[in-house]
């Protein structure tokens, strides 16, 4: 596996962050907020490429290629460098849309824009200038370090980075503080991530400047600032974009645990309910309907169908059930220790195994259904749960050892008592 994988990974959700961002900025529907809701969302997708973009290039590979590719040494570094301050200014962008509305906050937006463009011609044209033959995908800035005008293009960007990173900071903090992230736990927790992550590329700013200023003084910080630099860089543009996804993808990202725990639950119901519901299958086989296409696939489905037919077929069998194996079934449960709905369980459990062996719905003109459980009707989750924990319960007791020897009792008694005269 190659050492920057989890580069590529990251730059590649990243890059996957803006599609999506885009796709949803064109789907807003019309109305008198629409335009600030698709600036907001189309701000997002540019951040996301442009963190997608920075770290897709900061691998050593990549720049290699790109230099390569274009004939120009070090042209990566321009472009990283270019949209590394890019990413930066965008991100205040995108906090002052967020803190106003688009009316109120498009001034201090078009004046962030005009300076990054003029900080962009101005690095474009310095870059031009300079005489930067050998490649240095690493120490760009401190080994051309005492050439004066890459001195000032490497100047002008680490300045212009930091500067623009301590206004995210900024920014970050004070509106993570103010009432408009009030009831927005996820909101606040990526503001201040992203907080943090400026701080790593406000580090990756005074690192590299250290690194390059030791260069005019005839000292060596290479050793300590270069790494150091990398790890503030590479941490702290995961810290931002995580931030940045953090208030549209944390909530529903939080449900996963919860999905899971409820999707093992009602696995675990469908197999208890599967051999109460394959023993009462023969009261009324055509109430079992085939699924859908889309419900084959959900385990809720099936266990909502199961408990439907259920509930079918035990209101079928409630006219014939025998007073006698319920005085049994109780005597049974109370002296093994039972009461209340356990000992309910065990009676009705009792009823359904002697009357699916007797089968008296053949004889006997089938009941009406009663009326559908709610699980039927879109209940909430509450009833939902309800249902199925009940149904489960009883299905458990059917296959208990002491609702089959009550029912085989009651029916050795049956088929031995002489027919009545």
């Not at 042209?75 to 460098?81: D, G, K």
């Not at 992203?194 to 005074?206: N, W």
């Not at 109780?330 to 009676?347: Q, S, Y």
């Amino acid at each position: 596996m190659s050492p920057y994988a989890t580069t590529y990974l990251c730059a590649g959700v990243a890059f996957a962050t803006s599609a999506v961002k885009i796709r949803h900025a064109f789907q807003v529907p019309p109305g008198p907020e629409a335009a600030g809701k698709r600036a907001l969302r189309l701000t997002i997708a540019v951040v996301a490429a442009l963190a997608g973009l920075v770290m897709g290039l900061s691998a050593p590979p990549v720049v290699v290629w790109i230099n390569r590719v274009s004939g120009v040494a070090n042209l990566t570094a321009l472009i990283v460098h270019m949209g590394i301050i890019a990413l930066a200014a965008s991100a205040q962008v995108l906090f002052l849309l967020w803190s106003a509305d688009i009316s109120d906050s498009w001034p201090r937006v078009r004046r962030r824009l005009w300076v990054l463009a003029a900080i962009g011609i101005a690095l474009v044209a310095l870059f031009a200038l300079s005489d930067v033959p050998v490649e240095r995908p690493v120490d760009y800035e401190s080994y051309y370090a005492r050439q004066p005008v890459v001195a000032v293009y490497s100047g002008l960007y680490l300045i212009a980075y930091g500067a623009a990173q301590f206004g995210v900071i900024s920014l970050g903090l004070n509106w993570s503080r103010s009432h408009h992230v009030a009831g927005r736990p996820w909101l606040r927790r990526g503001l201040r991530i992203v907080a943090a992550g400026s701080a790593g590329g406000l580090g990756f700013s005074v690192a590299r400047f250290t690194a390059m200023a030791g260069q005019w003084f005839g000292l060596d910080f290479d050793a300590v600032a270069l790494p150091l630099s990398l790890a503030f860089g590479q941490v702290g543009l995961l810290a931002f974009v995580v931030g940045l996804l953090l208030p549209p993808f944390g909530p529903p990202l939080a449900t996963i645990p919860g999905r899971i725990r409820v999707y093992f639950w009602e696995l675990r119901a469908y197999r208890l309910l599967r051999p109460l519901w394959n023993a009462l299958r023969p009261v009324n086989p055509e109430a079992v309907q085939p699924l859908a296409h889309k419900e084959r696939f959900s385990v809720r489905w099936r266990v909502i169908r199961q408990v439907m037919e259920i509930y079918d077929w035990l209101a079928t069998l409630r006219p014939h059930h025998d007073p006698e194996v319920a005085r049994d079934a109780e005597r049974a449960g109370r002296a093994a220790g039972l009461t209340g709905a356990a000992l309910d369980d065990l009676v009705l459990a009792c009823q359904i195994k002697v009357l699916v062996a007797t089968r008296p719905w053949l004889t006997s003109p089938a009941a009406a259904l009663a009326d559908p459980p709610a699980v039927a009707a879109g209940a909430t989750e509450a009833v939902y749960v309800t249902e199925v924990s009940q149904l489960a319960r009883l299905a458990v007791a059917y296959g208990s050892p002491l609702v089959e020897s009550v029912a085989r009792e009651h029916l050795r008694r049956a088929v031995t008592s002489p027919d009545p005269v």
